[in-house]
């Protein structure tokens, strides 16, 4: 199938690429707008964002421009989701970046993003679990005096991930629901407590141009955008849901446009709530306990210890989505026989992604166990994970990305160049250009500042790992270019299939 034919047809891009012997299909018409929603809200975890991100800005920065920065992020990606969105109504595959990509510019290319985007993925997840296991490990020896380590909490976790992740997906749908209801219900309590309390009154400082547009602007943005990682993913379950041609679309739109919104209200409440000439110096202090610390003014312990209950189980559900979109990521690229083909199964009851699972499993014990050791008697203490682990691989999935999202941008032009007659000239050019613009400065921007966000000035690691993450790229490409050359039989077929 050409490009020119695909939007015709409608075509389900991956099915021509079987495994044999093995069953190569997930579940089917299993989710609607409403659990994809779920499903990519969960992956930037609110609370996380609000109680993290948004305090971590606020500390780095020293401005109070912080909700401007997510508007902004907000409408840039909404000029991809238009492109993006359209494109995901005739190019269904778990593998989605690398699926586009293949489709829109070439199957090389398409290879050489499924390696980034599956190293990404992984990074994104695996680097969650050393703040997962720091907060919950902290949370359990204040309450009952032990001294649980970290990795152990993290390892609880990722069994029940495991489980879950070999399951049918709308069991995980199910749980996340819950998960980012209650995570919404605490930001929103949290909003309403600071609006009422606002010791120096409202205001629209955080809004004001001389709060925002200075030098701290690309900061903002490059440490802003990982509060959207995660919106990208509802077309990995384009097979999956009920009517993909409408479904993927909208419910990306409805995230992005929820999660933008949101984010830039309730960081602007919490400013409120701590006070504008107060929240720069508060968040550099305490930096995530600081909405904590606020709570406990104001509403009864319990209430305070249930909110920190609701944040660790808000990166528990980040870290569920982010292992769902990877194991789609294996299971894609092993039935498109790029990888091991035995990637490619699912199975027989669940049909779920099971050797991806697995192998994203594997990965995780892997790290956790390396950064376990290598922070055994550190001079960083309890905060080794966070301050490493987490640190270092979800900023550098962040990186990787936005590269990612800009190849996609690309990707979209690339698809629709030969259906000029079928699609608005908005939709296939002026969108993906505006979007691949911005992406482009953000992009860039994170590479200014990758040693400020990794906590790493001077160091070695600032260039290390930008330039591992893009180094998978690479040998995703050299691995394309061994498939034309030796393994033509693959090539071909993923050429003729338009998959990554």
């Not at 996340?176 to 930001?187: D, H, N, P, Q």
């Not at 097979?239 to 679309?249: A, F, G, I, M």
């Not at 180094?471 to 691995?479: N, P």
């Amino acid at each position: 199938m050409s490009p020119q034919t695909a939007p015709e047809t409608g075509a389900n891009t991956g099915a021509a690429a079987s495994v044999p012997g093995a069953d190569a299909h997930l579940a089917a018409r299993t989710l609607g707008v409403k659990e994809l929603v779920f499903l990519i809200i969960a992956a930037s975890a609110p609370l996380t964002v609000i109680a993290g991100g948004a305090t971590t800005s606020f500390a780095v920065t020293g401005e109070l421009g912080v909700p401007v920065g997510y508007l902004v992020l907000g409408g840039v990606l909404i000029f991809f989701a238009i492109g993006y969105g359209r494109m995901s109504s005739f190019v269904q595959n778990a593998g989605a970046f690398y699926a586009y990509i293949s489709t829109g510019i070439g199957t090389r290319m398409g290879v050489g993003a499924s390696f980034l985007a599956m190293t990404a993925y992984n990074a994104m997840q695996i680097g969650l679990y050393g703040i997962f296991g720091f907060v919950t490990a902290s949370f359990i020896n204040d309450k009952l005096g032990t001294a649980v380590p970290w990795w152990v909490c993290a390892l609880i976790a990722l069994v029940i991930v495991a489980v879950l992740g070999v399951r049918k997906i709308d069991l995980s749908a199910g749980v996340l629901a819950v998960i980012v209801s209650l995570e919404f219900l605490v930001v929103i309590i949290v909003s309403l407590i600071s609006l009422a309390v606002a010791p120096e009154g409202l205001s629209a400082d955080p809004f004001l141009p001389q709060n925002w547009l200075t030098g701290s602007l690309g900061t903002l943005l490059a440490f802003g955008i990982a509060a959207f990682m995660g919106f990208e993913s509802g077309a990995i379950y384009s097979e999956e849901t009920k009517d993909p041609q409408r479904s993927v679309s909208k419910a990306t739109f409805i995230a992005v446009a929820i999660i933008g919104g949101f984010y830039a209200l309730s960081a602007w409440a919490f400013a409120m709530g701590v006070g504008p000439s107060q929240i720069v110096a508060g968040s550099q202090e305490l930096g995530p306990d600081l909405m904590f610390a606020f709570l406990s003014d104001y509403v009864p312990a319990i209430f305070s210890d249930l909110a920190f209950i609701l944040f660790v189980t808000s990166i528990f559900a980040a870290l569920l989505a982010f292992h769902n979109a990877a194991a789609r990521y294996f299971f894609s690229l092993g039935r498109a026989r790029v990888l091991p083909s035995w990637l490619g199964r699912t199975g027989t009851r669940a049909q779920a992604p099971v050797a991806g699972s697995l192998t994203q499993t594997a990965l995780a014990v892997v790290f956790i166990v390396i950064f376990a050791i290598a922070g055994a008697g550190s001079e960083l203490g309890p905060l080794f994970p966070v301050l490493t682990m987490f640190t270092w691989l979800t900023n550098t999935a962040a990186f990787g990305m936005v590269l990612l999202l800009c190849l996609t941008s690309l990707a979209v032009i690339g698809y629709f160049r030969t259906c000029a007659g079928s699609h608005p000239a908005f939709v296939r050019i002026w969108a993906p250009v505006i979007a691949t613009i911005g992406l482009g400065v953000i992009f860039l921007l994170i590479m200014v500042n990758f040693d400020v966000m990794i906590e790493a000035e001077g160091s070695p690691l600032a260039w290390i790992l930008p330039a591992a993450m893009v180094g998978s790229g690479v040998v995703g490409l050299i691995w394309g270019q061994y498939l034309k050359s030796q393994r033509p039989d693959i090539y071909t077929t993923l050429a003729e299939a338009n998959i990554g």
